[in-house]
């Protein structure tokens, strides 16, 4: 309910607030609120070191469903790059933190978090570092070292690094308030960028796109319950990680980058729509 009314707040906005918010707004979610959501997203988390194979899922789960976008474009043969490069930016990672980690915690208590974790570390050298080299241009290829010049990555790592260590409050709580206002600002975004028109106008593309998003996602979802596991709540972590919303930095990227960022937005509000009945859904039918 919060990212509709959010969502729409923005999409209100944007009909008297300058051309180059979004701009200024894609700024402030690089640089400061996105890197402090991530690194008090995973430093709060207890990382299970005996379970980094899901960082490994995530992370080659994430290049399947790459692949398959990559498959897919040249299948479509879209000759517009502003809008060809959305859909792939839409197969470049799951928006994990901001969808799934209330989500989770609301649903089976702050345990639950860690796995999600987990599964967003291997998902998130998708989003940052495959899906920053398909904005530039560059295909999806990138080094690892180049990751160490965009803050959320670095963040990450930080995190990582960081985890179990009690920060002391000076240092935390401004980095709290910076973190607080990152929900706000990507749903923001997302309203203020969303257009209906744009919606009906590419309902083809979407359609076909989204749904080869979701059988990719449920083939690497199925290939999960091959993995032995230990608990339920790890089992089900692993099951819905695959089926989660296209990531926002699709969005955010768009902007930066000149795509076209109504379509991004089309795009990852359907899939948040789309994602949020597959949780209740897989939910209720494993009795979880």
């Known amino acids: 309910m919060n990212f509709v009314i959010i969502a729409t707040i923005g999409n209100i906005s944007k009909r008297f607030l300058p051309e180059n918010t ?81 989500l989770a915690e609301m649903l089976w208590g702050i345990e639950s978090i860690t796995y999600f974790a987990l599964y967003d570390l291997g998902n998130s050298f998708i989003v940052f570092g495959v899906g920053k080299s398909v904005a530039e241009g560059k295909g999806g290829k990138f080094h690892i070292v180049d990751l160490f010049e965009f803050p959320p ?28 206002a990152n929900n706000f600002l990507i749903m923001f975004l997302v309203g203020f960028y969303f257009n209906i028109v744009s919606l009906k106008a590419h309902r083809r593309i979407l359609t076909i796109s989204v749904t080869t998003k979701y059988l990719l996602g449920l083939i690497v979802s199925l290939f999960t319950l091959l993995i032995p596991v230990s608990t339920e709540l790890q089992r089900i972590s692993l099951f819905l990680s695959p089926l989660l919303p296209s990531a926002m930095m699709a969005i955010v990227y768009s902007v930066k980058n000149n795509y076209d960022s109504e379509l991004a937005s089309s795009f990852v509000s359907l899939t948040t729509l789309i994602s949020f009945i597959i949780v209740f859904v897989v939910t209720a039918i494993m009795g979880f």
Do not use: H
């Open 153 to 180: 990555f670095i963040a990450l790592i930080l995190a990582f690094l960081l985890n179990g260590v009690n920060l002391p409050e000076f240092v935390l709580s401004p980095m709290m308030v910076i973190k607080d």
């Open 22 to 102: 979004g701009d200024i707004l894609t700024t402030l979610i690089i640089n400061f609120t996105l890197p402090m959501t991530v690194f008090i997203g995973i430093t709060s988390s207890q990382i299970d070191l005996s379970k980094l194979f899901f960082v490994l899922i995530g992370f080659l789960g994430g290049l399947l469903i790459f692949w398959g976008g990559k498959f897919l474009l040249r299948t479509l043969k879209i000759e517009d790059v502003k809008i060809s490069t959305v859909i792939l930016l839409a197969f470049c990672g799951l928006n994990i933190g901001l969808f799934m980690y209330p």
